[in-house]
């Protein structure tokens, strides 16, 4: 689910993030209509370290990892990836029916229909739309029919996929992420390492051809958590998805959103699962927070959030915790969606005062509703709890458009996030 934030030195258009669930912000994971929620607290240093990652080419035992709480996390980038990773590739979603989510998606987000594999392009398996903004890539994905498919007849682009499978995905999340894709130098690697050091692999590297120009792309998958999958990809293809998809050609529609800044995922056992991503990638942990950093009455919590050796791929990862006056909301999306997934995006823009303004605008037209802000008196306080780095207009104009403002040593963060996107309280 989507929604806008942004971080920022100076004036709110410089930098910013775009986060899509009610749970777990860009930095610091809370409710996003407490105040709380929009606080980016995660990159600031503190006293005590937290458990190691494991380190390139490490075979003993590793120590583990456990929570130490936001006041004692002291953040720091030991660079122990086990292969070369770069920054997201693209985000890929599972669903009934792709041609309406893809029109939704692209109207509410300003994202442009840039490729498509489907029937018109000899694709019987599944139709696929790939909508982007800026270096944000989403493909939305919707198998055809069982009885639809050919004995021998053409191969679809994507050599992983299960038509069979897909439908049963389908059925038990809803409109659910399936994938989220890498860059890596080399995916062939990146599975061989990846399976080696314990990740379970679900589709081994296979080389694309894009005969028209003489490249390829190899791709990989390993399983991350529940149904989502980890896909390295790697190949000196230049095209704007994959080989077999089809260029479309269209105006542009971009209302300003750049790039993926992290995707946070829900799992039942936290450490469990960090230590499996970091175990077979070599991730570090690049903040943290426990139900006592961010609980509320509706959002207890603990979370822990990953990171590569250039920190552009952030993966934070949320358990629920209980004894709170209210459920978890993250035992409801495991509850919902059947199990653990990936429960939200966070999206660049550099102008978050224009690009929610579009989105507001379309959201009583087909676009996507956000979460009820703040009160009054959060942005009576504003002022004096930011200081004077936005004028008079501005705070008004954050007012006007609920944004959450937070403040730290790293800088302001604007942020605001979507209500879910379908219609379970998942993605």
Same mark, same amino acid.
């Given at each position: 689910?989507?929604?806008?934030?942004?971080?920022?030195?100076?004036?709110?258009?410089?930098?910013?993030?775009?986060?899509?669930?009610?749970?777990?912000?860009?930095?610091?994971?809370?409710?996003?209509?407490?105040?709380?929620?929009?606080?980016?607290?995660?990159?600031?240093?503190?006293? *005590?370290?937290?458990?190691?990652?494991p380190?390139?080419?490490?075979?003993?035992?590793?120590k583990?990892?456990?929570?130490?709480?936001?006041?004692?996390? @002291?953040?720091?980038?030991?660079?122990?990836?086990?292969?070369?990773m770069?920054?997201?590739?693209?985000?890929?979603?599972?669903?009934?029916?792709?041609?309406?989510?893809?029109?939704?998606f692209?109207?509410?987000?300003?994202?442009?229909? @840039?490729?498509?594999?489907?029937?018109?392009?000899?694709?019987?398996?599944?139709?696929?739309?790939?909508?982007?903004?800026?270096?944000?890539?989403?493909?939305?994905?919707?198998?055809?029919? *069982?009885?639809?498919?050919?004995?021998?007849?053409?191969?679809?682009?994507? &050599?992983?996929?299960?038509?069979?499978?897909?439908?049963?995905?389908?059925?038990?999340?809803?409109?659910?992420? *399936?994938?989220?894709?890498?860059?890596?130098?080399?995916?062939?690697?990146? %599975?061989?390492?990846?399976?080696?050091?314990?990740?379970?692999?679900?589709c081994? &590297?296979?080389t694309?051809?894009?005969?028209?120009?003489h490249?390829?792309?190899?791709?990989?998958?390993?399983?991350?958590?529940?149904?989502?999958?980890? *896909?390295?990809?790697?190949?000196?293809?230049?095209?704007?998805?994959?080989?077999?998809?089809?260029?479309?050609?269209?105006?542009?529609?971009?209302?300003?959103?750049?790039?993926?800044?992290?995707?946070?995922?829900?799992?039942?056992?936290?450490?469990?699962?960090?230590?499996?991503?970091?175990?077979?990638?070599?991730?570090?942990? %690049?903040?943290?927070?426990?139900?006592?950093?961010?609980?509320?009455?509706?959002?207890?919590?603990?979370?822990?959030?990953?990171?590569?050796?250039?920190?552009?791929?952030?993966?934070?990862?949320?358990?629920?915790?209980?004894?709170?006056?209210?459920?978890?909301?993250?035992?409801?999306?495991?509850?919902?969606?059947?199990?653990?997934?990936?429960?939200h995006?966070?999206?660049?823009?550099?102008?978050?005062?224009?690009?929610l303004?579009?989105?507001?605008k379309?959201?009583?037209?087909?676009?996507?509703?956000?979460?009820?802000?703040?009160?009054?008196?959060?942005?009576?306080?504003?002022?004096?709890?930011?200081g004077?780095v936005?004028?008079?207009?501005?705070?008004?104009?954050?007012?006007?458009?609920?944004?959450?403002?937070?403040?730290?040593?790293?800088?302001?963060?604007?942020?605001?996030?979507?209500?879910?996107?379908?219609?379970?309280?998942?993605?």
């Amino acid at each position: 689910m989507p929604g806008t934030t942004t971080k920022k030195p100076v004036s709110p258009s410089k930098k910013a993030v775009t986060s899509p669930k009610a749970t777990s912000p860009s930095k610091k994971p809370a409710s996003p209509n407490k105040k709380s929620a929009a606080s980016p607290k995660g990159a600031a240093p503190a006293k *005590r370290a937290a458990a190691t990652s494991p380190h390139k080419g490490d075979s003993s035992p590793k120590k583990k990892m456990k929570l130490v709480g936001y006041e004692n996390f @002291v953040r720091h980038n030991p660079k122990t990836d086990r292969f070369t990773m770069h920054k997201f590739h693209h985000i890929e979603f599972y669903t009934q029916d792709a041609t309406n989510v893809s029109k939704r998606f692209g109207w509410a987000a300003g994202l442009k229909l @840039v490729a498509k594999s489907d029937q018109s392009t000899g694709n019987h398996a599944y139709a696929s739309y790939v909508l982007q903004s800026g270096d944000l890539k989403i493909a939305i994905t919707a198998p055809y029919s *069982r009885k639809n498919q050919k004995e021998g007849g053409h191969v679809p682009p994507h &050599p992983g996929f299960n038509v069979d499978y897909a439908h049963e995905f389908c059925n038990k999340h809803g409109l659910a992420v *399936r994938a989220m894709a890498i860059s890596v130098d080399d995916a062939a690697l990146a %599975y061989e390492l990846s399976t080696k050091h314990g990740a379970v692999g679900v589709c081994p &590297p296979k080389t694309i051809k894009d005969a028209a120009n003489h490249t390829t792309q190899v791709i990989s998958s390993v399983k991350l958590y529940g149904d989502v999958v980890l *896909r390295f990809v790697s190949g000196d293809y230049k095209g704007r998805f994959q080989p077999g998809y089809h260029d479309v050609e269209g105006p542009d529609v971009s209302i300003g959103l750049d790039r993926l800044d992290h995707a946070v995922g829900n799992v039942p056992n936290l450490i469990e699962a960090v230590q499996y991503a970091c175990g077979f990638t070599g991730w570090h942990e %690049y903040a943290e927070f426990t139900a006592e950093d961010v609980g509320t009455v509706d959002s207890g919590l603990n979370s822990m959030v990953l990171a590569n050796n250039n920190e552009m791929i952030l993966l934070p990862m949320n358990e629920p915790t209980f004894g709170t006056k209210r459920k978890s909301q993250i035992q409801t999306f495991l509850e919902q969606n059947e199990g653990a997934g990936l429960q939200h995006m966070a999206l660049k823009t550099n102008d978050i005062f224009h690009t929610l303004a579009e989105m507001r605008k379309r959201t009583h037209l087909g676009g996507f509703d956000f979460m009820p802000k703040p009160s009054a008196a959060y942005y009576k306080n504003l002022p004096a709890k930011i200081g004077d780095v936005f004028t008079a207009a501005q705070y008004e104009k954050i007012e006007q458009l609920g944004l959450l403002v937070d403040k730290d040593d790293q800088g302001i963060l604007l942020q605001i996030f979507t209500k879910p996107l379908g219609d379970r309280p998942t993605c």
